[in-house]
């Protein structure tokens, strides 16, 4: 039987489906013990709507390979950051024409400081590589990309936002 974390490591993101949830970073912890399987996930985002379709794939997934008891556990601590995407899942993100994120901001312990104008963020366009982009808009098809466009190529893309 293949092991439950190697079939835990190929279930697709359903929002980003070119990326695996190990890719992503989500994917915590997978455990085995007396034939059950506990599989530890953190959200991207606090509400985010796909970790019940995660979940669910994931439950699917170890099932379909032999495994009959899986439970599914949501960790928040630590939060998730896009620093935890794989070096393969930043490739991959930008094959699919999306920009991946940066490095996520580092921010001092203590209240977290109030900006009201959106973070500036460089980002390179995935089809041609020019850093002359713009913002169109803060959020994209879902809460973690925004969408941009290239002044070089005129070309739209979304870009996974550094969190």
Same mark, same amino acid.
């Given at each position: 039987m293949v092991s439950a974390r190697a079939v835990a490591e190929t279930v697709r993101d359903p929002e980003l489906p070119m990326l695996t949830l190990a890719d992503l970073g989500v994917l915590r912890e997978v455990s085995e013990s007396d034939g059950a399987v506990t599989v530890s996930i953190t959200p991207t985002y606090t509400g985010c709507p796909a970790m019940d379709t995660m979940r669910d794939d994931l439950v699917h997934a170890l099932q379909g390979a032999g495994y009959s008891r899986v439970e599914v556990r949501t960790v928040l601590q630590p939060a998730w950051s896009t620093d935890w995407?794989?070096?393969?899942?930043?490739?991959?993100?930008? =094959?699919? *024409?999306?920009?991946?994120?940066? /490095?996520?901001? %580092?921010?001092? #312990?203590?209240?977290? +400081?109030?900006?009201?104008?959106?973070?500036?963020?460089?980002?390179?366009?995935?089809?041609?590589?020019?850093?002359?982009?713009?913002?169109?808009? =803060?959020? *994209?098809?879902?809460?973690?990309? /925004?969408?941009? %466009?290239?002044? #070089?190529?005129?070309? +739209?893309?979304e870009h996974v936002k550094e969190i």
């Open positions: 995407i794989s070096e393969r899942g930043r490739r991959a993100l930008a =094959e699919a *024409g999306i920009a991946p994120p940066g /490095s996520a901001p %580092r921010r001092p #312990s203590g209240p977290v +400081p109030l900006t009201l104008s959106p973070p500036v963020r460089r980002v390179s366009c995935p089809r041609c590589g020019s850093a002359d982009t713009e913002l169109v808009s =803060e959020f *994209g098809a879902t809460a973690c990309k /925004s969408l941009r %466009r290239c002044r #070089s190529c005129d070309e +739209p893309f």
